[in-house]
């Protein structure tokens, strides 16, 4: 009989664990964070650049705003795509080197966008070439997602999967956030006119250091647990190899699409009130670019402050119950809330609580929603299945929030368009999740 391995030595096992464990979720929230920095930064300065990529002289600008809305909505369209060819590449030779790949693309599409000439200067070339580099980023996130859940959750410890795969929404919230505080910093210290002449480019710009600390974070990562193992299951049954053992196609697209449906709410509600209500601030309220940065900083800081609580709270009341009490919140409750910000009348407190409220309803759905994902494919088609429900909720409902929100309010002259939008999201996505069961968090995964 083997005797039991010496303290020290189990010791040293457990604290390896744990590192690897911390390596996973700090490699994997990185990219998380470029990801949405730049897409924040995108949509708090829509207005700057449908100035300088789609309103040729005597332009509209509201037209200006819709295409620039379309080139956003273009990207995200592209996510199903990255998703679908990085989810395959990382469940056949890795999560790791995926990812390396990712972030390389990412940074070089955001990076470029700061250096690109203007409408001004090569004339209908420019807004092509944002455009082109749209669909990039929108490559390499669509593969972000996918591989950054599955590693944060397959390398997360036991009965903790929620809490790990949180961070990825954690960090999405602090993306927004510094693209909030970047732009509102440089609106703060240069004139209107410096901002409009080369301002706009600095947030941009800054994503090149940033992307190469998180490929040095990326180069270090482990292998997932998971993924070894079952490289290895398969080896044993094929020692010459071959493709991995995959589910039925029709099962794993089912999964997909349920998927998508449970986090249509939180693409929705948390586009509608995180990124595009800058925008809609300045165009239907009359608020200044600062009051709007300010109303959108409220907002991501009630997202933040749920995040993590909520990814926790499901790993003990399961990933449904928290979920759907934010779903249902966005329901009852989306349309109060921007009436009250509406209202001129309004206490200055009372709105910023409105929108404290609305980013934290948010949060109860991104907090759980990394690791529901996870837990519904198995390892050898995870990285692809979760990563293409995101996706797919997101080039629809995420992508095109903007577009369809300005389009709307447009044509309606309603108001209270973003509310509906958010709130009919929200109503499907309480459908979707009440088929989930109740103790899928209390499960390995597969």
């Given at each position: 009989?083997?005797?039991?391995?010496?303290?020290?030595?189990?010791?040293?096992?457990?604290?390896?664990?744990?590192?690897?464990?911390?390596?996973?979720?700090?490699?994997?929230?990185?990219?998380?964070?470029?990801?949405?920095?730049?897409?924040?930064?995108?949509?708090?300065?829509?207005?700057?650049?449908?100035?300088?990529?789609?309103?040729?002289?005597?332009?509209?600008?509201?037209?200006?705003?819709?295409?620039?809305?379309?080139?956003?909505?273009?990207?995200?369209?592209?996510?199903?795509?990255?998703?679908?060819?990085?989810?395959?590449?990382?469940?056949?030779?890795?999560?790791?080197?995926?990812?390396?790949?990712?972030?390389?693309?990412?940074?070089?599409?955001?990076?470029?966008?700061?250096?690109?000439?203007?409408?001004?200067?090569?004339?209908?070339?420019?807004?092509?070439?944002?455009?082109?580099?749209?669909?990039?980023?929108?490559?390499?996130?669509?593969?972000?997602?996918?591989?950054?859940?599955?590693?944060?959750?397959?390398?997360?410890?036991?009965?903790?999967?929620?809490?790990?795969?949180?961070?990825?929404?954690?960090?999405?919230?602090?993306?927004?956030?510094?693209?909030?505080?970047?732009?509102?910093?440089?609106?703060t210290v240069l004139t209107p006119s410096e901002l409009d002449a080369w301002g706009w480019r600095v947030p941009f710009l800054l994503t090149l250091p940033l992307g190469?600390?998180?490929?040095?974070?990326?180069?270090?990562?482990?292998?997932?647990?998971?993924?070894?193992?079952?490289?290895?299951?398969?080896?044993?049954?094929?020692?010459?190899?071959?493709?991995?053992?995959?589910?039925?196609?029709?099962?794993?697209?089912?999964?997909?699409?349920?998927?998508?449906g449970r986090v249509m709410g939180w693409s929705a509600a948390g586009y509608t009130f995180l990124v595009v209500l800058p925008s809609y601030l300045q165009n239907t309220l009359n608020a200044t670019f600062q009051q709007a940065l300010v109303a959108t900083v409220l907002a991501n800081l009630g997202f933040a402050a749920t995040i993590l609580p909520a990814g926790a709270l499901s790993d003990r009341l399961g990933r449904r119950t928290v979920m759907l009490a934010g779903a249902l919140l966005v329901v009852v409750f989306a349309l109060p809330l921007l009436n009250l910000v509406q209202d001129t009348g309004a206490p200055v407190y009372a709105k910023g609580a409105a929108l404290f409220a609305a980013g934290a309803a948010v949060g109860l759905m991104a907090g759980p929603g990394p690791a529901m994902l996870s837990e519904m494919f198995p390892t050898t088609v995870r990285y692809t299945g979760l990563g293409l429900a995101y996706a797919l909720s997101n080039a629809v409902f995420s992508g095109c929030a903007g577009l369809i929100i300005t389009r709307a309010v447009a044509w309606t002259g309603d108001a209270d368009i973003p509310a509906y939008y958010a709130a009919t999201a929200c109503a499907v996505s309480v459908a979707a999740l009440l088929t989930l069961r109740g103790d899928d968090h209390e499960r390995t995964l597969r």
């Open positions: 009989m083997l005797s039991p391995a010496p303290g020290p030595v189990r010791s040293s096992v457990a604290e390896a664990r744990r590192a690897g464990s911390r390596r996973a979720l700090l490699g994997g929230c990185v990219g998380n964070f470029i990801e949405w920095y730049e897409f924040g930064v995108y949509g708090y300065l829509a207005t700057v650049i449908a100035a300088h990529f789609f309103t040729p002289e005597g332009g509209s600008e509201v037209e200006g705003l819709v295409k620039t809305y379309a080139s956003f909505a273009l990207a995200f369209f592209f996510r199903p795509v990255g998703a679908a060819v990085f989810g395959r590449l990382g469940d056949r030779i890795g999560r790791r080197p995926t990812l390396v790949l990712v972030i390389c693309l990412m940074t070089g599409a955001t990076t470029l966008i700061g250096a690109l000439p203007t409408y001004a200067t090569i004339g209908a070339a420019a807004p092509w070439l944002l455009t082109l580099l749209r669909i990039v980023q929108g490559l390499s996130a669509g593969g972000e997602f996918g591989g950054a859940v599955s590693v944060m959750t397959e390398s997360a410890p036991p009965g903790r999967r929620g809490r790990y795969g949180a961070w990825q929404s954690f960090t999405v919230s602090l993306g927004l956030l510094a693209g909030a505080g970047t732009t509102a910093l440089l609106a190469l600390a998180a490929l040095w974070l990326r180069v270090r990562l482990d292998e997932t647990p998971a993924f070894v193992a079952e490289a290895r299951a398969a080896a044993a049954v094929s020692p010459a190899g071959g493709p991995p053992r995959r589910p039925p196609a029709g099962e794993t697209a089912r999964a997909v699409a349920l998927g998508a």
